[in-house]
């Protein structure tokens, strides 16, 4: 075996069994995380399972279109925290063969079934409003006092998860957030048309029913945006950065390639490096812890895998 494959296959096996305890220190962290999110979830589950209630009684008691759409809003919620749930229940596996970077993108997928949902409710309450009847809805102090309390809780309620989604940094927190304050939103919208339909204007009932479902389409976009880099792979870091920082170290005579994708909210790396052949081993490995340091400082990735090749002219 030449010196430079030796340095290979030592630079791999040292970083293997480098990564492997806080692998496991982050593994019990990141279960605590999930465990808490979780238990976000359920507890948001539960709210969203009263404004259901609450919307789809002053729905059907008033007749107003916009309202009962905003039910069916609050029905996908509450589907969506069941999934959510689970997903996130499932995504805090440690890897395992079938998934050796771990189950992390199981949290992604469910962003993903969150966008699709919106996309589905906004086309449905659409077409709801557009074929529905033109019948002036009811009001009165008690239904609208429901209404307004709805609005609280949903403010309540984005504002809470919007806290613990950056403070736990969960993809599927920020994205449930953005769905409540679209909540919080189309309330407001429904609130408002509603009491003008009462008033005289009939229209504007079915105006603002379409009025949510644009806004509402708007968002599963944003979370399309989201999840779509992460599920297709795209890069996590500009490669031509790393490779500007690798190739300040002179013992790296060339860099021929760079990998990084996201991992769920977790970033990894591989490369390729060529140094001179006449290195020992030790040195090659030291050369890979160096990087592996600079690496992480600059664009915070801990999950690096260099591959050592020997330079040829």
């Excluded at 959510?84 to 993108?105: I, N």
């Amino acid at each position: 075996m030449s010196t430079s494959q030796s340095a290979d296959n030592q630079c791999s096996n040292s970083e293997e069994a480098s990564i492997q305890l806080p692998q496991k220190s982050a593994s019990i962290s990141s279960m605590d995380r999930q465990q808490k999110v979780r238990r976000i979830i359920l507890i948001e589950g539960m709210a969203n399972l009263v404004v259901l209630l609450a919307k789809s009684a002053i729905g059907f008691t008033t007749g107003s279109m916009a309202i009962i759409g905003d039910a069916l809003h609050s029905l996908t919620d509450v589907a969506n925290n069941i999934v959510a749930w689970a997903v996130v229940k499932h995504s805090e596996k440690p890897a395992d063969k079938e998934h050796p970077y771990g189950h992390h993108k199981f949290e992604t997928l469910a962003v993903l079934g969150l966008a699709v949902l919106l996309v589905v409710l906004a086309f449905e309450l659409a077409i709801n409003a557009i074929r529905g009847s033109n019948e002036v809805p009811v009001t009165s102090n008690f239904e609208l006092a429901v209404m307004v309390g709805v609005l609280m809780v949903n403010i309540g309620l984005a504002s809470w998860q919007r806290f613990w989604a950056n403070k736990l940094d969960s993809s599927i927190l920020k994205a449930d957030a953005h769905h409540t304050f679209a909540d919080v939103l189309t309330t407001i919208v429904v609130i408002g048309g509603w009491q003008l339909a009462v008033n005289g204007f009939p229209i504007l009932d079915k105006i603002c029913a379409l009025g949510v479902s644009g806004l509402i389409l708007y968002l599963a976009y944003e979370l399309f945006k989201k999840a779509a880099p992460i599920l297709v792979d795209e890069y996590a870091v500009d490669p031509d950065q790393v490779s500007k920082l690798v190739l300040k170290y002179e013992p790296v005579e060339k860099v021929s390639r760079i990998r990084s994708r996201w991992i769920g909210n977790h970033a990894t790396l591989d490369m390729i490096i060529h140094v001179a052949p006449d290195l020992t081993t030790e040195e090659s490995h030291q050369i890979c812890d160096e990087l592996e340091d600079a690496i992480e400082a600059a664009f915070n990735i801990s999950d690096i895998s260099i591959h050592v090749e020997p330079y040829k002219d």
